[in-house]
């Protein structure tokens, strides 16, 4: 058991910030919004500004990341398919948020990739 503890604060002591581990299966928070950001800034531009998207993209680009996303780290693929159902969705659909959940410890792919 001891050794169990002391493999847990090893790992959160090493895993940078907001207490998760990185990996190849996730991306930071930072990341994820910045691609979410640029897909819908993308999205807007090829819909065309008007009242609703552009208050959309002010509010992202300058709220908190916390905000905008409340995890540390999420996994790729749940990005990946929140950035193609914006670009390649209607231009109403891409105003719908995601619902996209956190990574956590435990949650399949890599072991022990995300936060927790």
Known sequence: M????????????????YYGVPGPNVVSR???????NRALALKVAACGLNNTNSALLVRNFNSNQNQVLDG???????IKFCENSILFGTC???????NISPK???DGGGLFQGGF
Request: proline share 2%.
């Open 2 to 17: 001891k050794s169990i503890i002391c493999i847990f604060l090893f790992l959160v002591g090493c895993s940078n910030s």
């Open 30 to 36: 930072n990341e994820a919004v910045a691609i979410l």
């Open 72 to 78: 540390a780290y999420y996994a790729k693929k749940d």
């Open 92 to 98: 109403l659909s891409a105003l719908i948020p995601c």
């Open 104 to 106: 956590g410890f435990f």
